[in-house]
């Protein structure tokens, strides 16, 4: 079963009990700066108020949550049997892939957080009081590689959307220590963009170097065979709330978040991998043209009409799957 990208139900609600009595015009102009800073690598630094964590998590938490369940969806398609039972989220804001984790893995029973944004600590604890599953979360404020320093390891590390608010000579360090609290597998998620690419890849291929092994989205360990100006991104599309609408100033009932990711797991894969959808697909009356990821390399498959069944699966290949 593939989770949900919308936000689950329980959050939904503890964020609606958080909105009773808050200005949405006062929440759109705050949400505005922060998305302005975070594009342009600031991160969550314009957070430093109650105010200003609720219009952060109205502004980004939808579009967090689905790229990170995109990324855990991909990760259970191909280990099905992973079940891990501790969490470690780095960088962990508001919360939100601690909330797409305990979704996609009901075996997860111990939570810990690491931040250093005391008012968005405030509004996770806020959020996750009520929580069937989160209300126990540990959440330790800090510098995250001190954090990180005296946390446990855990099966499951997940480090979304925050590597690009350290400098480029500390990621590599922290990319150590993220690996190091490592029991099984490291999920690391950054903003679709070729400068979040970049980050994946560097942390990707250093990780490898340390004894690494990929779990998605690559179907192999081997250099990315993606060449400049192209880079690897996928899209996941999310529903907008009212007021999600509302806070972002926008019209359309929808958002599609771009992402990178790599999800690197301590013990090899064994067997044949499926190939990686790298974009969406071509169809068309004659045949369907897809540009895939496979564990050769990088290729573009052309599967003709004629092939009944094959044209017939191929039209169903989406941007992002994994694929026979």
């Not at 105010?51 to 990170?68: C, S």
């Not at 291929?205 to 060449?227: E, Y």
């Not at 990821?293 to 599967?303: M, S, W």
């Amino acid at each position: 079963m593939m989770t949900s990208p919308d936000l689950p139900a329980e959050l939904k609600a503890a964020l609606d009990g958080k909105l009773r009595g808050f200005s949405r015009s006062d929440a759109a102009g705050r949400a505005a700066a922060i998305s302005k800073n975070y594009r342009e690598g600031g991160g969550s630094t314009t957070v430093r108020s109650e105010t200003d964590a609720l219009a952060y998590a109205l502004a980004r938490m939808p579009a967090t949550y689905a790229a990170v369940t995109a990324s855990l969806n991909a990760l259970v398609e191909n280990g099905p049997d992973f079940a891990p039972k501790t969490l470690l989220d780095v960088g962990a804001g508001p919360g939100t892939a601690t909330w797409a984790a305990a979704e996609a893995f009901p075996s997860l029973t111990d939570f810990t957080l690491l931040d250093a944004n005391a008012a968005l600590r405030a509004l996770a604890l806020d959020l996750a009081r009520n929580s069937t599953r989160l209300r126990d979360i540990g959440y330790q404020l800090g510098e995250a590689r001190a954090g990180l320093a005296k946390a446990d390891t855990a099966d499951l590390v997940v480090a979304s959307y925050m590597i690009g608010e350290i400098g480029d000579a500390e990621q590599r360090s922290l990319a150590e220590l993220l690996w190091q609290k490592t029991h099984d597998t490291l999920l690391v998620v950054e903003p679709g963009t070729p400068a979040g690419y970049a980050r994946i890849i560097a942390l990707r291929a250093h990780l490898i170097t340390l004894g690494a092994h990929v779990v998605a989205p690559c179907p192999h360990d081997s250099q990315c065979p993606l060449q400049a100006p192209d880079w690897c991104h996928f899209t996941q599309r999310l529903q907008r709330s009212r007021a999600h609408k509302q806070v972002k100033g926008a019209e359309l009932p929808y958002e599609d978040e771009k992402f990178s990711y790599v999800a690197l797991t301590r013990a090899a894969v064994v067997g044949r991998r499926r190939s990686r959808v790298l974009a969406q697909p071509a169809i068309s009356k004659v045949e369907v043209t897809a540009k895939l990821c496979t564990p050769e390399g990088l290729t573009f498959t052309k599967v003709p009409r004629r092939a009944k069944a094959d044209y017939a699966t191929a039209r169903r290949w989406r941007w992002g799957d994994a694929v026979s």
